[in-house]
Nanobody, 122 residues
Framework: QVQLVESGGGLVQPGGSLRLSCAAS????????MGWYRQAPGKQRELVAS???????NYADAVKGRFTISRDNAKNAVYLQMDSLKPEDAAVYYC????????????????WGQGTQVTVSS
């Protein structure tokens, strides 16, 4: 019903930058929130940043001041600008969307992208 397509991952040196993009498409009535999670080897998947429809943002402590999340409601898209990247930022990054597929509050689904690899290495 809803698909999330991610792009922007890759290899970057410490201190470098990457911009991740995610666009949702399909049977979308509205989107309440979008966000980015990441999972590093041997670790649990964790929230990196999220933004709700009011543009209220939330960041993990580890990325505050370095990452910026934004969304384009017209495009059902969310972006993650990652600056001053550190080796510990290396992970698979997953796009997430809290989607209303109908007008009713119970007609709500959570969707995930397939993930995009971010590697930070010299």
């Amino acid at each position: 019903q809803v698909q999330l397509v991610e792009s922007g991952g890759g290899l970057v040196q410490p201190g470098g930058s990457l911009r991740l993009s995610c666009a949702a498409s399909g049977s979308i009535f509205s989107i309440n929130a979008m966000g980015w999670y990441r999972q590093a080897p041997g670790k649990q998947r964790e929230l990196v940043a999220s933004v709700i429809s009011s543009d209220k943002t939330n960041y993990a402590d580890a990325v505050k001041g370095r990452f910026t999340i934004s969304r384009d409601n017209a495009k059902n898209a969310v972006y993650l600008q990652m600056d001053s990247l550190k080796p510990e930022d290396a992970a698979v990054y997953y796009c997430n969307a809290d989607v209303y597929i109908g007008a009713y509050t119970w007609d709500r689904r959570e969707y995930w992208g397939q993930g995009t690899q971010v590697t930070v290495s010299s």
